[in-house]
C-alpha cells in the first residue's frame, strides 16, 4: 500500500512541476463539481471517515496525502470567537485574536436593511477569512416564539419573513469571502431549557409557515454552504440526524447541497448518523453532555463505529460518499476556492460597520419631545444604571468574544458632551462578573453602597440634571439572553422597574434606555419622557447609542419582536406547551407548540390582545406621510402560478409614496402586512409580507415598491403537502408598524 501512495505522490509531483497533468481537483480552473468528482475515488475509505468528524474542539480532518486542507470552523454570529485550545472551551490565550464584536443578531433584525444584513455578513465574513477559518457558525435565524428563549438575542424575531429576509444578504456577504455561513439551529429548537432533551412537537402546517421559512431562505436564497442540526428532537428523532427534516425537507424539498454539521454534542446515534442526513460530527462528547470515553474523536458515531460497520457490511458506502463529496464541496469553495480571499481583521470599516449597524438597530420606542438630548456647555447630564458602564461583549454563551475594544455607553456620552458634566451613578447592582471562558473585560464592577444608599445618590445627582438617563436592562448572564438557560420571565431583574418608577416620579422627563436581546416588561412606559430598546451592539455599542441619543443618527430600528405588557399575555398557556412535559413510556420531555402559527403579533393581533409596543414599531425624530397603497393587479388566479400578466409579471407589485415631512433626514421602514379572507382554516388577522426601508431627506419623498409573490398569499395544507392559495377578497395593509397602518387596499383572488 505504501508503495502506492510514494508512485502516487511522485506523479503528482512531475506533473504539478511541468503543471500539464495537475489532477482536476487541484486545478482551480475547474468546476467544483468536477473537482469534487475526481477528488472523491482518490480518498480511501479510511480518509473519507475521517473527514466526517471532528479532529479538535473545532476542526476537522482533511486528506494530508492529497493537499486537502483541514476544516475549521468558528463561532459566532456577531464576531470570529477567540482561538481555543485544541480541545477546549476555553480560550487558547492568543494574542491576536481579539475581534471586532459586531451587534448581536436581534439588533441586525431591528434595522430591518437588507444592505445593512450585507454589510454585516461581508464584514464578518472578512474577519473570519483572515482568521483562516473555514466555517462561520451562524448566523441563528430560530423563531422568537417565547420571550424566554435564552438565545433570543443571538436570532432574528418572532417573524419568519423578516427572518428569512434579513438572514440572505448576511450568507451571502459571508460566503463571498470564501468562508461558509452555518445556518442555525436547525429547527424548531426555540428554548434553552432542557434543550438537548425536548422532542418539538409541531405540526406541518406551523413547521412549513413560522419554523422552516427562514431556514428556506437562507438555503433557496442565500446559497448556504452550511446547516447546523439543532440539540433537540423533532418528531421523535434527534434534529441532528432526522431523516425527515434533513433528508426529506433540506436535501430533497430544498435541494440543499451543502453540509448538515451536528451542534457540538448533538449527534447521539451510530446508525441514524449514517443514514439520516448528518455529513459533519461535532463535539460529542466534549460539552459534558455525556461522559467522553478515552480517545473520544475516534469513538465519535461516525467514526470508528462507522468503520466498524462498513467493514462488516452493516453499512455500505452510498452515504459515506454523499458525505464525503459534500465535504469535499465545502472545501473547494472555501480554503481551495479559486478565487483568493484575504479577509480583513479589526479594520476602521469594520468598526464603522458595527457603530452603523447598531445604531441602524436602535429603536425609539417614546418620545416626549425629550430627544434627540441637548446639553449646553457647562450643563449636567446624569447617567444612571450599570448597564452604562458594563461591558457585554464577553459572555452568552458560545458567542462570547474577545473584541479589541468595546466603547460603553457611558464613555460615548461623556465623548459626545466634552464641554458638560456628565455625571454616573450606579442605580442598582446587577452582574458583578467580568469574566467567561478566560476572557474578561478587565473591569472591576464591585460595589459597597446598600441599594437605598444607590437611590439616594442618583436622586441627589439628578437634582438640577439638564437631563437624566437611565440605562439598565438585562446583561447576558444566567437567565438574562445567555445561552443554556431561558430568562424565568420578562421583568427586569435587579428591583429595575421600582427604581426606574421612583426616579420617574422625580423626574418627569426621565430617558430610558433598555439594553437587552429580548422583550422585557415595561410598566413605566407611560410615565417617562422617552424610551429608547438598546441591544447588544458590540464594540462600538456606546458610540451607536450616543450617536441617537444625541440625533447624530435618526433613529430608524423597528421591533423585531413584540414587546408584551406581561408573559401571561403570550399563547404558551401550559407547561406542556412550554417548557415541556414527561409523559408515561417517552424517553425525552414533549414540548407541544399547541399554539399554532399564532407566535408573537399573530397571537396578539388575532386575539386583540394589547401590547406594551407592537412588532414593527419604532419612532424617529422626523415624520413620515404615506400616500395610498396602489396594488399593480386587482386580482389574481389562486390555482397554478400567478401566471404572467400583460405586464409580464407573475408578482403583485404593491406601492405607496411616503414623505418625509419633519425637519431632518430619516429612514421609514414601510411595512406590507395582508390579511387573508375568512375561510375553513384559521388564519392570523395579519401576517408580514414585504417591507423596504427608505432613507429619505427632509421633505423629500421615496416610492416603495414591495412585490408579493404567489407564496406570501399561500398557507401550507399539511394533508396535500402543498402550499395553497384561498380565493376570495384579500386585503393589503400598508404602514409604519403592525398596528399603526397608513392605507390598504385590496385584491381578489380568484
Ligand atoms: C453550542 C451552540 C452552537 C455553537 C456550538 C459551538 O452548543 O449551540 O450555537 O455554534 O455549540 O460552540
Not at 422625580?506 to 437587552?516: D, H, K, T
Not at 403579533?601 to 424617529?620: M, Q
Not at 414591495?706 to 376570495?728: C, N, Q, S
Amino acid at each position: 500500500m505504501r508503495k502506492i501512495y510514494i508512485v502516487l505522490a511522485a506523479v503528482f509531483a512531475v506533473s504539478a512541476c511541468n503543471n500539464s497533468t495537475v489532477p482536476v481537483y487541484l486545478d482551480p480552473s475547474r468546476s467544483v463539481e468536477e473537482r469534487v468528482a475526481d477528488a472523491l475515488p482518490r480518498l480511501t475509505i479510511e480518509e473519507k471517515v475521517a473527514m466526517l468528524h471532528a479532529q479538535s474542539k473545532f476542526s476537522s480532518r482533511g486528506v494530508p496525502r492529497l493537499g486537502i486542507p483541514e476544516v475549521w470552523c468558528t463561532d459566532g454570529p456577531h464576531g470570529i470567537r477567540p482561538e481555543v485550545l485544541w480541545d477546549d472551551w476555553n480560550q487558547a490565550g492568543w494574542t491576536n485574536d481579539s475581534c471586532t464584536a459586531f451587534p448581536a443578531l436581534s439588533c441586525l433584525a431591528a434595522t430591518w436593511d437588507r444592505e445593512m444584513s450585507l454589510l454585516f455578513g461581508r464584514s464578518i465574513g472578512e474577519e473570519a477569512r483572515y482568521r483562516k477559518k473555514d466555517v462561520l457558525l451562524g448566523p441563528g435565524v430560530n423563531i422568537c416564539r417565547t420571550p424566554l428563549g435564552g438565545r433570543t438575542f443571538e436570532y432574528m424575531g418572532e417573524d419568519p419573513y423578516l427572518a428569512g429576509q434579513m438572514v440572505v444578504p448576511y450568507v451571502k456577504g459571508v460566503q463571498e469571502n470564501g468562508v461558509a455561513a452555518c445556518v442555525k439551529h436547525f429547527a424548531v429548537n426555540n428554548q434553552e431549557v432542557r434543550r438537548t432533551s425536548t422532542n418539538s412537537v409541531v405540526d406541518d402546517r406551523t413547521l412549513y409557515e413560522i419554523y422552516l421559512p427562514a431556514f428556506e431562505a437562507a438555503v433557496k436564497e442565500g446559497g448556504a454552504w452550511a446547516i447546523m442540526g439543532s440539540y433537540n428532537l423533532w418528531n421523535g428523532e434527534f434534529n441532528c440526524h432526522n431523516h425527515r427534516l434533513l433528508n426529506e425537507i433540506l436535501k430533497g424539498e430544498w435541494g440543499f447541497d451543502g453540509v448538515v454539521i451536528s451542534d457540538w454534542g448533538g449527534c447521539r446515534d451510530d446508525d441514524q448518523a449514517i443514514t439520516n442526513g448528518l455529513d459533519m460530527e461535532y463535539g460529542t462528547w466534549t460539552n459534558g453532555l455525556r461522559g467522553a470515553p478515552s480517545d473520544s474523536y475516534n469513538n465519535y458515531h461516525l467514526a470508528n463505529p462507522y468503520l466498524q460497520r462498513l467493514a462488516d457490511g452493516r453499512a455500505g458506502t452510498k452515504e459515506l460518499d454523499d458525505k464525503a463529496s459534500r465535504i469535499l464541496r465545502l472545501i473547494f469553495r472555501t480554503s481551495m476556492a479559486p478565487e483568493a480571499h484575504y479577509g480583513s481583521f479589526n479594520s476602521p470599516e469594520h468598526y464603522e460597520a458595527a457603530r452603523r449597524i447598531a445604531a441602524a438597530g436602535t429603536v425609539l420606542l417614546k418620545n416626549d419631545g425629550v430627544l434627540p438630548l441637548s446639553i449646553p456647555d457647562g450643563g449636567r447630564l446624569v447617567v444612571i444604571g450599570e448597564n452604562a458602564v458594563k461591558k457585554m461583549v464577553v459572555g452568552g454563551g458560545s458567542s462570547n468574544l474577545k473584541t479589541k475594544y468595546e466603547i460603553t455607553p457611558l464613555e460615548a456620552l461623556q465623548e459626545a458632551f466634552p464641554n458638560a458634566e456628565v455625571v454616573w451613578e450606579r442605580g442598582y447592582v446587577g452582574n458583578v462578573e467580568t469574566s467567561y471562558n478566560r476572557v474578561s473585560t478587565g473591569q472591576d464592577l464591585s460595589e459597597s453602597r446598600p441599594a437605598p444608599q444607590l437611590l439616594a445618590d442618583a436622586l441627589s445627582a439628578a437634582e438640577g440634571a439638564d437631563a437624566v438617563i437611565f440605562i439598565g436592562g438585562l446583561n447576558k448572564s444566567a437567565n438574562q439572553d445567555n445561552e443554556s438557560t431561558d430568562k424565568l420571565d420578562i421583568t427586569l431583574p435587579y428591583g429595575q422597574d421600582a427604581l426606574i418608577e421612583t426616579l420617574a416620579a422625580a423626574i418627569p422627563e426621565l430617558i430610558v434606555v433598555n439594553i437587552s436581546g429580548s422583550p422585557v416588561a415595561m410598566p413605566w412606559a407611560g410615565k417617562v419622557g422617552a424610551v429608547v430598546q438598546g441591544w447588544y451592539g458590540g464594540s462600538e455599542t456606546g458610540h451607536a447609542l450616543a450617536d441617537v441619543l444625541t440625533g447624530a443618527v435618526n433613529p430608524s430600528g423597528k421591533l423585531p419582536f413584540t414587546l408584551p405588557c406581561s408573559l401571561a399575555d403570550g399563547p404558551l398557556k401550559t407547561e406542556r406547551q412550554y417548557p415541556g412535559i414527561q409523559e408515561e413510556g417517552k424517553e425525552w420531555w414533549q414540548e407541544y407548540y399547541d399554539e399554532g402559527v399564532f407566535v408573537g403579533y399573530r397571537w396578539y393581533a388575532s386575539r386583540d390582545i394589547p401590547v406594551c409596543f407592537p412588532f414593527g414599531h419604532g419612532l424617529s425624530y422626523t415624520s413620515f406621510e404615506y400616500g395610498p397603497a396602489k396594488a399593480s393587479r386587482s386580482s389574481v388566479r389562486c390555482s397554478g402560478s400567478f401566471g404572467v400578466d400583460e405586464g409580464g409579471e407573475s408578482v403583485v407589485k404593491v406601492s405607496v409614496d411616503v414623505r418625509n415631512c419633519g425637519g431632518r433626514d430619516g429612514a421609514e421602514v414601510v411595512q406590507l402586512y395582508l390579511s387573508a379572507p375568512a375561510g375553513d382554516v384559521e388564519r392570523p388577522v395579519i401576517e408580514l409580507k414585504g417591507f423596504e426601508k427608505l432613507y429619505l431627506e427632509a421633505g423629500k419623498s421615496g416610492k416603495a415598491v414591495l412585490e408579493l409573490p404567489r407564496r406570501a398569499f399561500a398557507r401550507f395544507d399539511a394533508d396535500a403537502h402543498r402550499w395553497v392559495v384561498d380565493p376570495g377578497t384579500w386585503s393589503i395593509l400598508v404602514g409604519s408598524s403592525s398596528e399603526d397602518i397608513r392605507s390598504t387596499t385590496e385584491i381578489k383572488v380568484i
